[in-house]
Structure formats: C-alpha cells, structure tokens
C-alpha cells in the first residue's frame, strides 16, 4: 500500500525518516533540532506536546504551546510534523495541526480514543503496546480504519520482556509479519525499543534490513539536558550518519 502524506510517499518501496526530540521544550531547541535532521534528510519532525509519562511529576509536556512550535518549526524548515494525541478532548486542535498524528503505545488500546482520531480522517501512526500482540495491534488499527481513517502507519517500538538492559525488546519479527498480514506500511522505532543511544543505530539498521517502510529515531541536540528520554537521544551528528547508512542497507536488501 502506499499513500502520500504531506506531499511524502509513504509505504510502497519508499523509504521515510521521522526525527525529532521526545518532547516540545523551548522554540530554540525544536527550531535547531528540526533544521538538523531535516539537513540531515529526515522526512517528517517529530516531536512530543502532550507526554504520557509513567510519573505524575515528570514534565508532562508543554501542551498546546507545543502544538504551535510544532507549526512554527514546519513554517520554517517545510518539515511536517508527528505528534501525539493522549486525550480525545484534543481531538480538533490535532486535526487542525497535525501533519500525522500518534497513538502512543500506552493508548493503543484506548478504543475510545481510536475511534475519536479514526473519525478524523486524519494520518496515523499508531505503536504497538507494550505487551500487544500483532494480532492486538493489527485491531486497534482496524478501529481507526472502521471509523474512518485512511492512512495508517503501523509502528514496532519493542515490546516488555524479561530483559532489563534494554528498556523494551525489540521486535523484529513484527515487520515481515506484519507484512504478511496487512498491506499497512510498518515503521520501527528503535529509539524506544533500546532506551539508550548506543544501541539505536543498529537497531535501526536492523529493522531498515528487514524491509521496514520507515524509522522513527529520537534526535536532540543536548541529550544531556532532555527533559525526556535524553539517554536514548541520538545528537544531530549520529542521526545523519545513521540516515545515510539506513537508506544504503534498505536499498541493498530490497527485493
Ligand atoms: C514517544 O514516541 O515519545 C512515545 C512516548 O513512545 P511510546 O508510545 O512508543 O512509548
Ligand atoms: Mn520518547
């Protein structure tokens, strides 16, 4: 399947990069962070406003100002932008901003909340959940489909297992078989999936050789400083070396 999203071709043999920091946090760092990977040939900013955080007290996200950074970053750099939805109170001020909108892996089976962005008609990103299996995933994005969405990207972002020296596993295996069960482009976000930086990289090659339609990697100019996510962060440099080698592999492996 291939569809076309702000004037990019997604799915079909088409290769697309989302990048862009966890969260919104000032409009210096979502300006520098999406001309970086935009130079860099990323396709689409990314970037956090509402944040659906484990911890009440942790930064929850700047919110609607976020949302208008957002736009403020696409005005400058022609970027369009992913962004995710966590209530569906939201649901119009997304359906005006948004480029594409996300469903994060803790509302993938928020079915209310699924039908209300379906209803839309709007791009979506959806990730699988945490502990979701394909099958699950593969529903929820029938939701959105039943009420009315078009254009769905479905996203591997690791699932939880036993194994604590990454922050979630990565799962693989969901691109060809997913593949096989739907004709939904399938993207990886090995960002989350590894929870540290050092690992992203082959991560993401990994899943650019198993036939991925896209990635989504998390780019911040100080890492150290991120108010979320900074240690899985990959600094403007890293993401453009790992820009080029991942459209250099997913070429190589093409069938
Ligand atoms: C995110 O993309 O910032 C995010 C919270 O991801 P996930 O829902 O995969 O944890
Ligand atoms: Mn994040």
Redesign the pocket.
Known sequence: MIFEIAGRKIGGGNFTLIAGP?AVESEGQILSIAQAVKSAGADFL?G?AF??RTSPYDFQGLGLEGLELLELAREKTGLPFVT?IISEAHADIFAQKADII?I???NMQNFALLRQVGELNKPVLI?RGLSATLGELLMSAEYLAASGAEKIILCE?GIRTFEPSTRSTLDLSAVPALREKSRLPVFV?PS?AAGRADLVAPLALAAAACGADGL?I?VHDRPECALC?GAQALKPDAFADLAGRAARVREACRG
């Open positions: 966890c990314r956090g944040k659906p995710e996300q994060g892996a803790r990730k972002r976000d989350h989504l998390e996510d």
